[in-house]
């Protein structure tokens, strides 16, 4: 049966000004340029100076490449504000798109409670902590990662047969930007397609929001007591090596705090159009999913801003740049 009109993105859709999508074409595109810099930077770095080779900074230049892949999405998504009417492209557009953001959302996410546990398991076992994580686990961990948040967006609808509906098509498409339902409240008729979402909720944000929340209430509740015990330590090297391994943590909880809270907006706005009849358009979709996608920016700026090493290779590589440059 050939689909209705109406199934298409385009049709009837919201009218989102000129001005305002041009707005949004040059913050999107800065943020493009930005993430794939600053990211960029972040594994070259990793590469370069052995010192950097650590299991924690490998599950992060992981981290930053799955930020790199998100602006596959987002320069879907300018392409299909630039489409504009023409539906059939604007169509293709927007599954793909809706497809790719899916999958490598998954993976941050993913990242971020994994972080979080390495994080844990530095303070919790700080004495047995080079011998628990190891580079070869870390790198394991990152591709049992990555391998889980490929098979979450694409394999296991097919296991669930909900692959091949109209429904699931157009919930794929809801949770983007490019889909347009403001006159016609999201509905879940498939159970298959209902069993997913739930399926969703639960492996992608309750859970890794749960072990974030317990890891780093513990390294909080640690630091609290390791900072009273640098003030009596009369060890100085201890005293450096305490202060070194906390900032170490703040600095990586600073990273996953501000990754979640990007996201928040946009999952604030999907719970809204999914589980209520409030209408959500293109204006509404697009400034949430503007605020997640600064996630892929937040990893290389914060490691600059608070990572010693981190920051030093950086001048290092800049250095080097300028003077090939010259």
């Not at 692959?163 to 983007?176: S, V």
Request: with cysteine.
């Amino acid at each position: 049966m050939k689909p209705s009109n109406d199934s298409y993105p385009g049709h009837n859709q919201e009218h989102v000004p000129t001005a305002l999508k041009s707005i949004f074409i040059a913050i999107y595109v800065i943020l493009i340029i930005a993430a794939i810099f600053g990211n960029s930077l972040v594994i070259r770095a990793f590469y370069k100076f052995p010192s950097l080779r650590s299991a924690s900074n490998t599950i992060l230049v992981s981290l930053s490449v799955a930020d790199i892949f998100t602006t596959v999405g987002t320069i879907l998504y300018i392409a299909n504000i630039i489409v504009g009417k023409r539906r059939p492209p604007l169509r293709m557009l927007c599954n793909v798109a809706s497809k790719i953001s899916l999958t490598f959302n998954c993976i941050i996410i993913l990242h971020l409670a994994l972080i979080s546990v390495e994080r844990f398991i530095a303070v919790k076992f700080a004495l047995r902590y080079h011998t628990i994580v190891t580079n070869r686990r870390a790198v394991i961990a990152s591709t049992v990662v990555w391998l889980w948040g490929i098979a979450v967006s694409w394999i296991f609808p097919q296991a669930i047969k909900a692959e091949g509906h109209e429904t699931f098509r157009e919930f794929i498409q809801a949770l983007a930007p490019c889909a347009d339902r403001r006159n016609k409240p999201y509905s879940l008729p498939s159970a298959s397609v209902r069993g997913y979402l739930i399926f969703l909720v639960i492996s992608l944000l309750v859970v890794p929001i749960v072990i974030i929340l317990v890891s780093y209430s513990y390294i909080f509740t640690i630091s609290c007591r390791q900072r009273r015990q640098i003030l009596e330590e009369d060890n100085v090297h201890r005293k450096l090596d305490m202060k070194r391994e906390m900032k170490g943590a703040r600095t990586v909880a600073i990273v996953v705090g501000i990754c979640l809270v990007s996201f928040v907006p946009l999952l604030v706005v999907l719970c809204l159009r999914f589980l209520t009849s409030t209408s959500i358009g293109r204006k509404q979709m697009y400034p949430v999913y503007l605020v997640a996608s600064l996630n892929a920016c937040w990893n290389p700026l914060i490691y600059c801003w608070r990572n010693e090493n981190f920051r030093k290779s950086f001048k290092k590589l800049m250095k080097c740049n300028s003077s090939a440059g010259d």
